[in-house]
T-cell receptor, first 114, second 113 residues
Framework: KAGVTQTPRYLIKTRGQQVTLSCSPISGHRSVSWYQQTPGQGLQFLFEYFSETQRNKGNFPGRFSGRQFSNSRSEMNVSTLELGDSALYLC?????????????FGNGTRLTVT | AQSVTQLGSHVSVSEGALVLLRCNYSSSVPPYLFWYVQYPNQGLQLLLKYTTGATLVKGINGFEAEFKKSETSFHLTKPSAHMSDAAEYFCAVTRNTGNQFYFGTGTSLTVIP
């Protein structure tokens, strides 16, 4: 079974631009979560989607948004990029459905904002 | 509210020595607990999980962890460290409903030859 795929692996953007990151979950997984990882803050939860609906949301500004498609693929968008948005963005999929199945992570997208 | 505390952001052990990485949780309901490992430039990989049943959980690569409710702990151990164990380790907790995971700040393990 293919793992979680995130594209692109690396991205360089300038301040004020916007960016879209993509995540393809493991086949059969209906839940997709996004995390921001930085050296200073660790892993911070952005949001979780289940069956195309945002089910949980972390404490990030509205510049961070996401969506999930009917095939469970998910995208995350960050608008008006700031230098502090530079981070590794990790996507994780799971069966979801409240059965506490573990998260399966992709290798991440490394975003650098200059 | 859920939270996870990992004591020691950096741990160094000699090759062949015992590995002990500490994790304490706070949870208002019975928790589900996980340990993940992250190698450089990669995502997180599940090492082991505790949901219900036996409190001593065995995972991959020779790691194990014991759920101790009275101590609200879920420490990760390995009897003999290998060089390949050098990585970042994260403890995580989730509730028995919903799918939001809470991660600790991570412990970087260095293995000294």
């Amino acid at each position: 079974k293919a793992g979680v795929t995130q594209t692109p692996r690396y991205l360089i953007k300038t301040r004020g631009q916007q960016v879209t990151l993509s995540c393809s979950p493991i086949s059969g997984h209906r839940s997709v979560s996004w995390y921001q990882q930085t050296p200073g803050q660790g892993l911070q939860f952005l949001f979780e989607y289940f069956s195309e609906t945002q089910r949980n949301k972390g404490n990030f500004p509205g510049r961070f948004s996401g969506r999930q498609f009917s095939n469970s693929r998910s995208e995350m968008n960050v608008s008006t990029l700031e230098l502090g948005d530079s981070a590794l963005y990790l996507c994780a999929s799971s069966l979801g459905g409240g059965n506490n199945s573990p998260l399966h992570f992709g290798n991440g997208t490394r975003l650098t904002v200059t | 509210a859920q939270s996870v505390t990992q004591l020691g952001s950096h741990v160094s052990v000699s090759e062949g020595a015992l590995v002990l990485l500490r994790c304490n949780y706070s949870s208002s309901v019975p928790p589900y607990l996980f340990w993940y490992v992250q190698y450089p430039n990669q995502g997180l990989q599940l090492l082991l999980k505790y949901t219900t049943g036996a409190t001593l959980v065995k995972g991959i690569n020779g790691f194990e962890a014991e759920f101790k409710k009275s101590e609200t702990s879920f420490h990760l151990t390995k009897p003999s460290a290998h060089m390949s164990d050098a990585a970042e380790y994260f403890c995580a907790v989730t509730r028995n409903t919903g799918n939001q995971f809470y991660f600790g700040t991570g412990t970087s393990l260095t293995v000294i030859p």
